[in-house]
């Protein structure tokens, strides 16, 4: 990114390094870090990124340019160790909104009815995701960005599956079987391109926008043939309208908020209330036919 390349920044790196992240400095560095920050694995290079990159973007403000990015991402104010403290906070309150979602959501269907185990499997796919885009958010490395692309991949692939389930699957259970493995075998192979050949940011955005967009397509076909049978089939038509244009937030791209909020952090906070929208679908207050089956039509 241009932050990254400029002199300005590269030189305080180096000098930051040299001076401070090697021998004495180095120990005298780790023994005033604060505990949180060591656990964690903030280190004194970290640091030196850190403090460097504000130094380049007090430089570009003072000058009049418009703020860089570095690394590919916005410069975030960090609060304590939460390196995008909005996008962090926001992900934390969408797994809390899935969990409590789901204990309401198994606390109404019984265990027999037709896509219940396809429902809770799907709440834990999606509470997966979200924790590891709450550590992603709050520590970035290669590590937790691979986590947080892999799960909420899975969660897109999963709200594909779901979404055939509860429109097609009760039919065909035979064609179901079939299409889950073919979404299995995508998943992993998917991954595996990302992990051993290439971490292809352009590939990965097409082939998640390309099952979501199929996803929103499919449930708001259905919903409009079933709108007349089923009176509250407006609040799923709701929630997967309401993604779509959430998702839409992703195309801006602008320095945060006082350092804090941006587009993506806009969009994890869009999408809180949509647990509680889609889940109220299919759960006290709807038909006992929907009430039996269906799942939220949730993107990571």
């Not at 690394?71 to 906070?89: D, I, M, N, T, V």
């Not at 999963?158 to 493995?181: E, K, N």
């Not at 590939?203 to 099952?211: E, F, K, R, S």
């Not at 806009?266 to 039996?292: A, C, D, E, M, S």
Request: proline share 6%.
């Amino acid at each position: 990114s241009q932050g990254d390349r400029e002199p300005l920044y590269r030189e305080c790196l180096s000098r930051c390094e040299r001076q401070n992240c090697s021998g004495a400095a180095l120990r005298h560095f780790r023994a005033r870090q604060p505990l949180y920050m060591g656990l964690t694995g903030w280190t004194c290079r970290d640091e030196c990124k850190y403090e460097c990159m504000w130094l380049t973007v007090r430089r570009y403000q003072q000058g009049g340019h418009r703020v860089p990015q570095f690394h590919g991402k916005w410069p975030f104010s960090r609060f304590l160790f939460f390196q995008e403290p909005a996008s962090a906070f926001a992900s934390f309150l969408n797994g809390l909104a899935s969990l409590v979602m789901l204990l309401r959501y198994r606390a109404a269907v019984p265990p027999c009815a037709p896509t219940y185990p396809t429902c809770v499997a799907f709440a834990w796919v999606s509470l997966n995701a979200w924790f590891w885009s709450t550590v992603f958010h709050t520590r970035d490395t290669a590590l937790t960005e691979k986590l947080d692309y892999f799960c909420a991949s899975a969660v897109v692939l999963h709200s594909v599956y779901l979404c055939w389930v509860r429109t097609l699957g009760l039919q065909r259970p035979a064609l179901i079987s079939i299409f889950r493995a073919f979404l299995l075998l995508f998943l992993a192979a998917h991954i595996s391109y990302l992990s051993l050949v290439r971490f292809d940011y352009g590939y990965n955005l097409v082939a998640n926008a390309a099952a979501g967009t199929l996803t929103v397509a499919w449930w708001l076909r259905w919903c409009l043939c079933q709108g007349r049978r089923l009176p509250h089939v407006w609040k799923c038509a709701a929630a997967v309208l309401l993604l779509q244009a959430l998702a839409l937030l992703e195309l801006l791209d602008f320095p945060p908020l006082l350092w804090v909020l941006d587009a993506h952090a806009l969009w994890h906070i869009g999408t809180i209330p949509l647990n509680v929208l889609f889940y109220r679908w299919v759960t006290p207050g709807t038909p006992p036919r929907v009430k039996q089956g269906s799942g939220a039509p949730r993107a990571a």
